[in-house]
């Protein structure tokens, strides 16, 4: 079983449409992490989290440390928010913070 | 402030060729972790320096090895190429103390 893991594997979305993609985590971590990865394969870093809830414009990721549960939610989407969206944990079992366990990924569809 | 660079951008090499990716980290960092993204397995560690130090090692075979530079620079070596070996490798900087990594755009290596 994956250490990470991330629903749902694809994504299709009018745009417009609310989203939200979840991940759940086995292991103790000290940071759980969003990512976000376009067609070319640069990963940006969208959010980091170790406790409750962060907001950057239309995105919002909040984090559920007792039930290890986080979700990524997409406001009013728009066809350019298309991309892959990775959930990554960090410092599980009080290990490195430079160590990330990643999740299978999200591919998000956003249609106009 | 630069980002993280990675050269060579991309990369053509046969079976049984050895490789060296590097990677500049953004100014100021000096953890360096890389990681391997392939189809089948997604997203995976390979190693993290730190100050000239390998701090953490994924569970790669011995012909994936890596180093760091005094002036934090990282490099990775891939000896005896595989088939299996293709695929897009990312190195990701950060702060001692911060879980935040920052990647750069990878190299695309295949193996032909």
């Known amino acids: ?112 | 402030k630069a980002g993280v660079t990675q050269t060579p951008r991309y990369l053509i090499k046969t079976r049984g060729q050895q490789v060296t990716l590097s990677c500049s980290p953004i100014s100021g960092h000096r953890s360096v972790s890389w990681y391997q993204q392939t189809p089948g397995q997604g997203l995976q560690f390979l190693f993290e320096y730190f100050s000239e130090t390998q701090r953490n090692k994924g569970n790669f075979p011995g012909r994936f090895s890596g180093r760091q530079f005094s002036n934090s620079r990282s490099e990775m070596n891939v000896s005896t190429l595989e088939l299996g070996d293709s695929a897009l490798y990312l190195c990701a900087s950060r702060v001692a103390g911060s879980d935040t990594q920052y990647f750069g755009p990878g190299t695309r290596l295949t193996v032909l």
């Open chain 1, 1 to 112: 079983k994956n250490e990470v893991e991330q629903s749902p594997q694809n994504l299709t979305a009018q745009e417009g449409e609310f989203i939200t993609i979840n991940c759940s985590y086995s292991v103790g971590i000290s940071a759980l992490h969003w990512l976000q990865q376009h067609p070319g394969g640069g990963i940006v870093s969208l959010f980091m989290l170790s406790s409750g809830k962060k907001k950057h414009g239309r995105l919002i990721a909040t984090i559920n440390i007792q039930e290890k549960h986080s979700s990524l939610h997409i406001t009013a989407s728009h066809p350019r928010d298309s991309a892959v969206y990775i959930c990554a944990v960090s410092g599980q079992y009080g290990g490195s913070q430079g160590n990330l366990i990643f999740g299978k990924g999200t591919k998000l569809s956003v249609k106009p």
